[in-house]
């Protein structure tokens, strides 16, 4: 009776010492790690919207999947505005930004992050598939076939990726289009 005791007391002693190298470890890289993802998201705004000079960051907390809006402006004038959106695909929640011109046209989408099929749905952050969206104006639906006005061609194979990238875009630039008066007024 003896042996298994000792056994489970050398292992209790390994596993304390192990599971406190790792929370130290975390404790030490959490804060590099969110420092990196923050310069990844605002390099990726700058990419969408690249005459913006200045922005402002609004939480959203009432609209499905929105969580924050980047408004940006050049001396003073809207220039448009970056959603961070988190819609649902294949795979999980996919990290979205989508950018819109103050005209209203998209000034495309950035992917983050997400869980998907490797192959398949994660060729959504190809710029083929990317680049359907720079210029359209919303609402958008998904096509197997062709893209053009209003429709965006899905990744083959990968359909769900492409609906929940598109009804992430729409939800984001709805919010953004109702905002976008009380944006240029400099109102939050």
Known sequence: MQEPLKLGAVLLVI??????LLGFVNARTAPIIAQGKEKAQQVAVQQLLPLAKEMEEVEV???GKLTTVFV????GTYIGAVA???????????????GMHADGTLAGVQVLTHAETPGLGANMTQDAFKNQFKDQQTPLGVSKTTSGDGEIMAITGATITSRAVVDGVNEATAYMKAHQAAWEKGEY
């Open 61 to 63: 907390t009432d609209v």
């Open 72 to 75: 940006t402006y050049d001396s």
């Open 84 to 98: 961070k959106v988190y819609p649902d695909g294949f795979g999980g929640s996919i990290e979205l930004l989508v």
């Open 15 to 20: 596993t304390t010492i192990c599971g406190g």
